[in-house]
């Protein structure tokens, strides 16, 4: 593999990473929308640092329960 070739490469998987990052960020915040339209107030600078940082899967979770949960505590529950 030659230069060319490696730097190519690492081309591909930094915009791929990019794209991850873009999506997730997204995705957060469409979750901390919703959060704040359903449950107001209580979705406080606490629950805001657990959407942070949360893994891409817990907040696939979360944002399924989004019509389903009764309380935000009930939503965040793992």
């Keep these: 593999m030659n230069t060319q070739d490696i730097v190519e ?4 998987e930094a915009i791929q990473e990019g794209v991850k990052q873009g999506l ?5 915040k469409l979750l901390l929308r919703l959060l704040r339209r359903r ?8 629950a805001e640092l657990r959407v942070a940082a949360a893994p891409a899967e817990q907040i696939e979770v ?7 949960a009764a309380t935000l505590a009930e ?3 793992h």
Excluded: I, K, P
């Design 24 to 28: 997730e960020q997204g995705e957060r």
């Design 75 to 77: 939503l965040l529950a």
């Design 39 to 46: 449950f107001g107030t209580q979705v406080d600078a606490e």
């Design 62 to 68: 979360w944002a399924e329960r989004v019509l389903s």
């Design 9 to 12: 490469t690492w081309r591909r």
